[in-house]
């Protein structure tokens, strides 16, 4: 492998939470490969601290469905445009979008058309919903990471170029989950039934969804007054948490934590959580779950009629089963959230028979993601 002249310069987009942990992972491999590498874009704490430099931090593009998105187009296509015009004078030696399909798969078609070298990380969900994102994926993506074992192949078939890296989540979640430890840091004892209520990391998701999650909380504690909840809030959301706990959720023993959503998932007995990465997140730690999401009536409209496959939540799909319940829109009702956690804490075999599928699952995903990645990204810089 030839080497690279001087400290490599990527730049990087990562929209929301999501993307910004993936993106940390991603530049800790790189940074052990490149310590002086710089790296520059749009991006969120988590990147900071592995010393990226936002121009634009990442919640800037967290916004969750068609409507919320429409809303504040005229803001995120401004971003797209000024970043898109500092970096083709600045000209990157690669340019990695991290997820956030909608926002950089055009610009990754632009610079990719004016010569920078890009990398899109993560697979647009093309098997799932909205197929048609496979050929604005061809145009945009010299090099695509996936996340999934069965992606390359797909992508391939299309005439774009791919690597399996595993999920770097598997590489940071431990195979065997340290349960006790996390009791102990949060204060519970090891007998206590626990409950982790996870609405998600996007205003949008909480809106949606934490009126319904407090309301399968006061049912739940209402029939199992012992039960313990913990709600971990995504960093700069916790006044609008407080705000829907004063008007949905007055008197609930509901404890938040400022962020340790991986301690709280380590410590539960099960966890009522917003579909997403967060799923992902909940599997590797072995936990069950009751999937849940609501979405505005028109993004659902859209939405249901681009889905290709009858699961939603990532645990299901990479299973190929419904292994946890969703209970999506209308479905989501306190009653019926309530019913199917108590379904899980009334079932410790069934609990211990998922534990033992995700643990396969997990080995599946555990591919030492940042160095692999790193390898590949190694290989386009020397123009392999």
């Not at 990562?14 to 790189?30: P, R």
């Not at 950089?104 to 994102?133: D, M, Q, Y």
Request: glycine share 8%.
């Amino acid at each position: 492998m030839a080497p690279i002249a001087g400290d490599p310069r990527f730049s990087m987009v990562a929209g929301e939470a999501s993307g910004d942990l993936l993106a940390s992972l991603l530049l800790g491999g790189m940074r052990r490969r490149w310590p002086q590498l710089s790296a520059t874009g749009i991006g969120g704490p988590k990147m900071a601290t592995q010393g990226f430099t936002p121009w634009w931090p990442s919640d800037k593009l967290a916004v969750h469905g068609y409507a919320e998105a429409l809303r504040h187009y005229r803001e995120i296509s401004g971003i797209r445009e000024a970043l898109a015009e500092r970096l083709l004078r600045e000209r990157p030696q690669l340019f990695i979008g991290v997820d956030a399909p909608d926002f950089n798969l055009g610009l990754e078609a632009r610079l990719k058309a004016a010569g920078v070298r890009t990398v899109h990380f993560v697979c647009p969900s093309i098997w799932a919903w909205r197929g048609g994102r496979v050929k604005k994926l061809w145009r945009s993506a010299d090099h695509v990471l996936c996340l999934f074992p069965f992606e390359p192949e797909l992508l391939q078939g299309h005439g774009i170029e791919a690597s399996y890296v595993g999920h770097p989540l598997a590489d940071a979640i431990p195979l065997d989950v340290p349960r006790a430890a996390a009791r102990q840091a949060l204060g519970f004892t090891a007998d206590e039934p626990v409950l982790a209520v996870m609405p998600g990391s996007r205003r949008g998701e909480i809106n949606n969804l934490l009126p319904a999650f407090l309301g399968a909380v006061r049912r739940l504690h209402a029939a199992r007054p012992a039960l313990r909840f913990v709600l971990p809030v995504a960093p700069g959301l916790r006044p609008l948490v407080d705000q829907h706990i004063a008007a949905h959720g007055a008197g609930l023993p509901v404890e938040l934590l400022d962020g340790r959503s991986h301690e709280a998932l380590a410590a539960c007995d099960a966890t009522l959580i917003a579909s997403g990465t967060a799923t992902l997140e909940a599997a590797l730690f072995k936990r069950p779950m009751v999937i849940a999401y609501r979405l505005h009536p028109l993004s659902w409209q859209l939405m249901k009629r681009m889905r290709y496959q009858p699961w939603v939540g990532l645990p299901n799909i990479l299973c190929r089963d419904f292994v946890v319940p969703e209970l999506l829109q209308h479905d989501a009702t306190p009653n019926a959230l309530a019913d199917a956690v108590l379904q899980w804490l009334d079932a410790p075999q069934r609990a211990q028979a998922l534990e033992q599928r995700f643990m396969e699952l997990h080995h599946l995903l555990r591919r030492d993601t940042a160095r692999t990645a790193t390898d590949v990204i190694a290989r386009l810089l020397a123009g392999a």
